[in-house]
Antibody
Framework: EVQLVESGGGLVQPGRSLKLSCLASGFTFSNYGMNWIRQAPGKGLEWVASISSSSSYIYYADTVKGRFTISRDNAKNTLYLQMTSLRSEDTALYYCARGVGLLDYWGQGVMVTVSS | DIQMTQSPSFLSASVGDRVTINCKAS??????LNWYQQKLGEAPKLLIY???SLQTGIPSRFSGSGSGTDFTLTISSLQPEDVATYFC?????????FGAGTKLELK
């Protein structure tokens, strides 16, 4: 069974940093591109970043470019999102999702709240 | 960036009704369009990928059509468990972009 479990969220002050993790199981993680998508409270979905299976290509939304870094450790079956210079508008539920284009499995999400 | 205009924003229908939801892309996205269902408090679930391919395990009352810029999700006979918000996603090019969502409720 494919499982994606996010962790690392919480309450953080504006300007601070936070690192999210997504632990994958039930499939060969190193064969799949991965994504981060977020959803602000009561709002729609916003794609944040994507990384290929071997980390050879990476894409970011303009809203996070230069502040967020997506990475992965295929030996640990884990996807990461390093978030710096956090803003109130980054407050959202952050999902990891499997696949380039397909986004066929999603985790349950982890909440990040940016507030003083 | 490709803009995805989804309509309607809200839809009220009865059990057994045929329901259609539309997404229009601001430029040609070929068939690189997925549809997702999100129930309250849950993660999105993939229903349809590449415009018209039914994801494994999804009931056949869900179908997708379209190509280029205009796409439709159809529920042939609405069931109570279909109450949810539906989103489209274009993955023709980065940045991936989602429609704003259609909230489907029972009349």
């Amino acid at each position: 069974e494919v499982q994606l479990v996010e962790s690392g969220g919480g309450l953080v002050q504006p300007g601070r940093s936070l690192k999210l993790s997504c632990l994958a199981s039930g499939f060969t993680f190193s064969n799949y591109g991965m994504n981060w998508i977020r959803q602000a409270p009561g709002k729609g979905l916003e794609w944040v970043a994507s990384i290929s299976s071997s980390s050879s290509y990476i894409y970011y939304a303009d809203t996070v470019k230069g502040r967020f870094t997506i990475s992965r450790d295929n030996a640990k079956n884990t996807l990461y999102l390093q978030m710096t210079s956090l803003r109130s508008e980054d407050t959202a539920l952050y999902y990891c999702a499997r696949g380039v284009g397909l986004l066929d499995y999603w985790g349950q999400g982890v909440m990040v709240t940016v507030s003083s | 960036d490709i803009q995805m205009t989804q309509s309607p924003s809200f839809l009220s229908a009865s059990v057994g009704d045929r329901v259609t939801i539309n997404c229009k892309a601001s430029q040609n996205i070929n068939r690189y369009l997925n549809w997702y269902q999100q129930k309250l408090g849950e993660a999105p679930k993939l229903l349809i990928y590449n415009a018209n391919s039914l994801q494994t395990g999804i009931p056949s009352r869900f179908s997708g059509s379209g190509s280029g810029t205009d796409f439709t999700l159809t529920i042939s006979s609405l069931q109570p468990e279909d109450v949810a918000t539906y989103f489209c996603l274009q993955h023709n090019s980065w940045p991936y972009t989602f429609g704003a969502g259609t909230k489907l409720e029972l009349k």
